[in-house]
T-cell receptor
Framework: GQQVMQIPQYQHVQEGEDFTTYCNSS?????IQWYKQRPGGHPVFLIQ???SGEVKKQKRLTFQFGEAKKNSSLHITATQTTDVGTYFC???????????WGAGTKLIIKP | DGGITQSPKYLFRKEGQNVTLSCEQN?????MYWYRQDPGQGLRLIYY???????QKGDIAEGYSVSREKKESFPLTVTSAQKNPTAFYLC???????????FGEGSRLTVL
């Protein structure tokens, strides 16, 4: 079936360093959503990207959708302890109404 | 406040027993979903429902059953046929299908 690859699986950073997670698909996506799940919690919607080349910002978070609509990234500038959690991309293809979840990238802040 | 309520939060069951997880939403959303999450993994779709009295199998429906008799309710039954039911179960809803997902706090099922 259709899949979206999300990398890396884990990223350890010092507080104040940047963090980036990537999602890639071999076929064109209709749109992409990003969710954050805190440890022990449930996923919370962050944003949806629809347009080719779209860039959206939420304070220290920057979301991009590739020009070919086959990849997306989430970048966090100057991480804080409140950013800890797992970030998931969720994709949809025009040929399939279902949402497909990436495996997630776990952000770990080094003590 | 509008939201999704899942119960119970924690559940223990013996092998061979069926168990039903409750999911209620007061967001007036048409679509509802059940996901399973195993430790360190992403979410896998069990069942979804776009409207009342209709539901579809997701990727891992075997050993599970659902009903959608009311718009606000979408209970999930984990049957004895599910070989490895210990997991974190998440219920979600969305206004459209598919759309932004709103999740409940989840139910942790442990089979003893």
């Amino acid at each position: 079936g259709q899949q979206v690859m999300q990398i890396p699986q884990y990223q350890h950073v010092q507080e104040g360093e940047d963090f980036t997670t990537y999602c890639n698909s071999s076929t064109t996506l209709s749109n992409i959503q990003w969710y954050k799940q805190r440890p022990g919690g449930h996923p919370v919607f962050l944003i949806q990207l629809v347009k080719s080349g779209e860039v959206k910002k939420q304070k220290r978070l920057t979301f991009q959708f590739g020009e070919a609509k086959k990849n997306s990234s989430l970048h966090i500038t100057a991480t804080q302890t409140t950013d800890v959690g797992t970030y998931f991309c969720v994709s949809r293809w025009d040929s399939n109404y279902q949402l497909i979840w990436g495996a997630g990238t776990k952000l770990i802040i080094k003590p | 406040d509008g939201g999704i309520t899942q119960s119970p939060k924690y559940l223990f069951r013996k092998e061979g027993q069926n168990v039903t997880l409750s999911c209620e939403q007061n967001l007036n959303h048409d679509a509802m979903y059940w996901y399973r999450q195993d430790p360190g993994q992403g979410l896998r779709l069990i069942y979804y429902s776009q409207i009342v009295n209709d539901f579809q199998k997701g990727d891992i429906a075997e050993g599970y059953s659902v009903s959608r008799e009311k718009k606000e309710s979408f209970p999930l039954t984990v049957t004895s046929a599910q070989k490895n039911p210990t997991a974190f179960y998440l219920c979600a809803s969305s206004m459209g299908f598919p759309g932004e997902l709103f999740f409940g706090e989840g139910s942790r099922l442990t089979v003893l």
